[in-house]
């Protein structure tokens, strides 16, 4: 049996970036009950690239993640929502595309970070780590943060 590796390269709108910039890669699906992977999400240290998966491989500009800032992590939260973590913050993208963004206090910035269907959890530099819960009915995120005296 021959196994074979299929290689895409991606042109990035006339940009070349080299493969040593390359920091992390996701697949999420759209919504739970799809069988497949929707998109691929590639993290560079200066950026976030949103590929769709179908019939072919195509960037995806309107995806509600922020293309500016790398990603740290990048997952499918509740039915049918996307979530993203980045260094400054955390993009909360609902199926209708609405947006809710929550910022880093105090100029501190995600280091680490856990996600599950539910529940987010994100250690900030400092120390202090952000618990973040969906709501089953309203499906927005609800937090705390959790501050340690070391």
Known sequence: MRRE???FLIPLKNTLVPFHKLLNNFSLFSYLADEFDAYIIVSFVNATLV????DTVEEVTDSGFLGTTPTICCASIGDDALVQIYPDGI??????????EWKAPNKKT??????NQRQIVIALSGGDLVYFEMDPVSFTLFYCILTFQW
Not at 91 to 97: C, K, S, T, V
Not at 110 to 115: E, F, L, T, Y
Request: hydrophobic content about 50%.
């Open 5 to 7: 590796i299929l290689i």
């Open 51 to 54: 590929l769709s998966i179908g």
């Open 91 to 100: 993009r909360h993208i609902r199926a209708d595309r609405r947006v809710n």
């Open 110 to 115: 995600i280091v680490k970070c856990a996600v």
